[in-house]
């Protein structure tokens, strides 16, 4: 039987509050209204911000079905939709792309408008949730929520992907992949012979290397206080791992050691610490050195910082999905996934039942897992 043009009970994944779990229950998805897009999920990966989510370090409106790197089919399509059909194979899309707003006609733009990102309501363009749990509303994550069964987007957050593309690979490029490869490529622009440094070896910092490498990096320096992830990051191009464990020096100071007192070109800083974004600032070259910010900084996290660091030359960079324009992106990104351009094997640790969500992130707070993907 169709389901189109009727509500759907499904399971999802609720933050009933701040530090509070993820609870599976059964809510109710609402068709999808003009321009909206409901989507069956099949995997979703899990990132650590779906963990600053539920720990209450982004603020978000509770309760909330997080969730944001995912791979789906298209279950109905609201009126005036021409993006994507029943049964497309797609990716909800955390960053938006509407094509219409000042940052989206920009090349060098990526932010939409449209983006839930800062603005954290969690709901859709008319003010409404199409998530309801007990005849309440529940609110959405970034313009997208994949820790349930079905979920309903605007057509600016979603994005046809090849039929064959692999689930499990295919999210990574929801988030993961495209906010580390992209901040190597786009954002930093990394140049072929240059020394990069990547602060914090996870799901998103593991594709920064992937793009160090890949643009023609000649030294790739990975740091982590987890050694246990140095042979995935060497696997992937990292030519040296340090923990700043083992260091009673700074750790900025020892990578101006490192590289003979001139810092690295590109610093990456994929933690989201303030402790880790000054070093990371400070390790790369004073006159040329580019620094990247991709780790989400906590919502009430204030720097202090001597503007010295700045007035030599340095570049300090956010990045938010790498710089990427999700819906020109993405696809592309899918496609040289699937023809082995990059090796995405490592990546993808854990393969769990969507039923083990909590399991999943007990994986990550452990940090025994790069990406567990959910599979539905
Ligand atoms: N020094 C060195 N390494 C550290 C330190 C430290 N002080 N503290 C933690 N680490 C290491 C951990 O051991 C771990 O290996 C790594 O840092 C962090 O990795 P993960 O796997 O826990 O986290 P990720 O890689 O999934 O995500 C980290 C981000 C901070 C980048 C995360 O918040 C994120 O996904 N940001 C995405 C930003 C974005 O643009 N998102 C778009 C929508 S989400
Ligand atoms: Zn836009
Ligand atoms: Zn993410």
């Given at each position: 039987m169709s389901t189109s043009g009727n509500v759907i009970?499904?399971?999802a994944a609720i933050v009933f509050e701040a530090k509070g779990p993820f609870k599976i229950v059964e809510i109710e998805v609402a068709p999808p209204k003009a321009h909206e897009v409901r989507i069956k999920i099949l995997g979703t990966?899990?990132?650590?911000?779906?963990?600053?989510?539920?720990?209450?370090?982004?603020?978000?409106?509770?309760p909330v079905i997080p969730g944001h790197e995912a791979v789906g089919i298209v279950e109905s399509i609201g009126e005036g939709v021409t993006c994507v059909k029943p049964g497309d194979k797609v990716i909800p899309l955390c960053l938006p792309q509407c094509g219409r707003c000042p940052p989206c006609k920009n090349p060098e733009g990526n932010m939409c408008q449209k983006s839930d990102f800062l603005t954290a309501k969690g709901v859709m363009y008319d003010g409404t949730s199409r998530f309801s749990y007990k005849g309440k509303p529940v609110h959405n994550f970034v313009n997208t929520s994949t820790f349930t069964e079905y979920t309903v987007v605007h057509e600016d957050a979603v994005v046809k992907i090849d039929p064959a593309a692999p689930i499990e690979k295919a999210c990574l490029m929801g988030c993961g992949f495209s906010t580390g490869y992209g901040a190597a490529t786009k954002t930093a622009k990394v140049t072929p012979g240059s020394t990069c440094a990547v602060f914090g070896l996870g799901g998103v910092g593991l594709p920064v290397i992937i793009g160090c490498k890949t643009s023609g990096a000649s030294r790739i320096i990975g740091i982590d206080i987890n050694k246990a992830k140095f042979p995935i990051a060497k696997e992937l191009g990292a030519t040296e791992c340090i923990s700043p464990l083992d260091f009673k020096k700074p750790i900025n100071e020892v990578l101006l050691d490192m590289t003979d007192g001139e810092g690295v070109d590109y610093s990456f800083e994929v933690i989201g610490?303030?402790?880790?974004?000054?070093?990371?600032l400070a390790s790369c070259n004073l006159n040329y050195g580019v620094s990247v910010m991709v780790g989400v900084p906590p919502?009430?996290?204030?720097?202090?910082?001597?503007?010295?660091?700045?007035?030599?030359g340095r570049t300090w960079k956010g990045s938010v999905f790498g710089g990427l324009k999700?819906?020109?992106d993405?696809?592309?990104?899918?496609?040289?996934?699937?023809?082995?351009?990059?090796?995405?094997?490592?990546l993808v640790t854990h393969v769990?039942?969507?039923?083990?969500?909590?399991?999943?992130?007990?994986?990550?707070?452990?940090?025994?897992s790069i990406r567990t993907v959910l599979k539905m």
């Open positions: 009970k499904c399971k990966g899990i990132c650590r911000t779906d963990e600053h989510v539920q720990a209450g370090a982004i603020k978000v409106n509770y610490h303030t402790d880790t974004m000054a070093a990371a919502s009430a996290a204030e720097m202090t910082l001597s503007p010295r660091l700045i007035f030599t999700s819906k020109d993405i696809p592309k990104l899918v496609l040289a996934g699937m023809e082995k351009k990059f090796n995405l094997d490592p769990l039942p969507f039923e083990k969500i909590n399991e999943g992130f007990e994986l990550l707070h452990k940090g025994q």
